[in-house]
């Protein structure tokens, strides 16, 4: 089964072809930078990221490049607040922003174009669509796009162009235009855009560019002509990424996207999110206050990416506990010595082969053993979730069935092949791969040799202590591991330490 996702177009779920295979070129809407990203944004993120891996994991070489942009309504009134140039004000929440998003695992894009940075290009793309009857000024040296001037315009939210609304983000009513529906490629500037340097010259005066027209160019500069995939969330459908279809098409006379993929909203505690409400939350809050950026990354993914999502503060306790698990799970694995071997590395191998066959077979070569088996059967259905339309839902279920099923079978067998289970640590490192969560879980908890070598001479300290029925000095030496955030795990076959925050 190839990827089949849903297209905003054609309102339909089809399969994913890009033009020129294996090249993918994917673009997404990223955030204005005049403040921390909200959580709903990162949820858009990490829909982006889980793309991008599963292209990448599926043999794709992925073009992404995710623009920011630095120069809106919005930036120039927080900039002006501040008293700073628009690009000094800007600067620290977009370095906080991608900073954040390392945190949680989120694979850089190879580019982050800064809207600031592409300014002649826009006044070039305005004057061709001048060129083309397409754009018109006024006397105030703003221009316009007329929507009546290109007829396929309402095509991506299913309008008549006879009967859409303004085209306006913000503001646009506050200049002179012919149509209402028209919306701005070029803004006169006005004392505040001077202010905090968001004015250009131009052939029409000083000014600066319509946001809309900002990712038509960025993408299409950075990308080509034509992009394979198209990313936003739900409120850029229109108007948008519809205007972006028509100032993009009006000139190049080609089809700008092959296939639009939005990601829908979230709720927090089952409400929309909102100032006003007092429950919008930044990714920056949540990390500042301690929580496992891995938790975060799972709850965020937690549902399928054009269903509601309810973000919610128990619901990141239990991400974290899942998170928990596959912590342990891979340990678990990384420290069981097989037959035929020495013990797993924990995490080692990749997606070549993990498809259950990587040499797990029983010792007289006869058969297949049962964690191959189980790791051929978690991938297959991990594989199938993701092609359904990037149902990371489903892709997190068939993990932990896998987790769940390995354990009963590590818990039950006498012994276990060493190829078998690491047909079992390959699966879990593929998988890991796409949903990045272990990556993630492990920051921050590495141990060099010197702190290793300490812990196991107290964890043997602590043994002699217990065999000595010193049970004080035993418990001291827990604690003591504890406050270096090292905890203990004894069982009959042995004692077991992991690092946690």
Not at 56 to 78: A, C, H, P, Q
Not at 140 to 164: C, E
Not at 202 to 214: F, Y
């Amino acid at each position: 089964m190839a990827l089949r996702l849903y297209d905003t177009l054609t309102r339909s779920v089809r399969d994913f072809q890009p033009a020129n295979p294996p090249t993918v070129r994917l673009y997404a809407c990223g955030p204005t930078v005049y403040d921390h990203a909200h959580i709903g944004n990162y949820r858009s993120f990490l829909v982006y990221d889980l793309l991008h891996r599963y292209l990448t994991w599926s043999g794709y070489e992925v073009d992404f490049v995710m623009n920011l942009t630095d120069v809106d309504d919005k930036t120039i009134d927080r900039a002006s607040e501040a008293g700073e140039d628009v690009r000094a004000y800007t600067a620290p929440f977009t370095e906080s922003i991608l900073a954040d998003a390392r945190a949680l695992g989120i694979l850089p894009a190879r580019a982050y174009p800064l809207a600031t940075g592409y300014v002649p290009q826009m006044v070039s793309w305005i004057e061709r669509l001048e060129e083309k009857k397409l754009a018109y000024s006024v006397e105030d040296g703003s221009v316009y796009f007329s929507i009546g001037a290109f007829p396929a315009y309402g095509r991506l939210k299913g309008l008549d162009a006879d009967n859409t609304r303004p085209g306006a983000r913000v503001a646009d009513d506050e200049y002179e235009k012919e149509n209402v529906r028209d919306f701005a490629l070029w803004k006169a500037a006005k004392p505040v855009d001077e202010a905090v340097g968001a004015a250009w010259d131009s052939p029409w005066g000083r000014g600066r560019p319509g946001w809309h027209l900002e990712c038509s160019v960025m993408s299409i500069a950075e990308l080509g002509e034509t992009l394979d995939i198209h990313m936003g969330g739900e409120d850029l459908v229109f108007p948008h990424h519809e205007n972006e279809i028509a100032q993009s098409e009006g000139v190049t006379g080609k089809p700008f996207v092959l296939h639009w993929v939005h990601v829908k909203h979230l709720v927090v505690e089952g409400e929309k999110m909102s100032k006003s409400l007092g429950n919008a939350i930044t990714v920056h809050q949540l990390l500042e206050e301690g929580l496992r950026p891995a938790a975060i990354r799972h709850q965020l993914l937690g549902a399928q990416y054009r269903r509601e999502l309810n973000f919610t503060r128990e619901g990141l306790e239990a991400s974290a506990a899942a998170v928990q698990r596959l912590v342990d799970f891979e340990a678990r694995l990384a420290e069981t010595v097989g037959e035929g071997g020495k013990g797993g590395a924990g995490g080692a191998g990749g997606k070549d082969g993990a498809g259950g066959k990587n040499g797990a077979e029983e010792k007289n070569g006869a058969s297949e053993g049962p964690l191959a088996r189980l790791a051929g059967e978690a991938i297959e259905a991990f594989r199938t979730a993701l092609d359904d339309d990037l149902n990371s839902a489903e892709a997190l279920a068939a993990l932990f069935v896998f987790v769940n099923r390995v354990n009963g079978e590590l818990d039950t067998a006498s012994d276990v092949a060493e190829s078998d289970l690491e047909s079992a640590r390959s699966a879990l490192a593929s998988i890991d791969e796409v949903m990045g969560l272990l990556s993630v879980a492990r920051q921050g908890l590495e141990v060099d040799d010197d702190f290793e070598s300490w812990i196991v001479s107290l964890i043997a300290d602590r043994k002699a202590a217990r065999e000595g029925k010193d049970f004080a000095r035993a418990d001291a030496i827990r604690e003591e591991l504890a406050e270096r955030g090292i905890v203990l795990e004894d069982s009959a076959g042995g004692t077991r330490w992991k690092r946690v925050r």
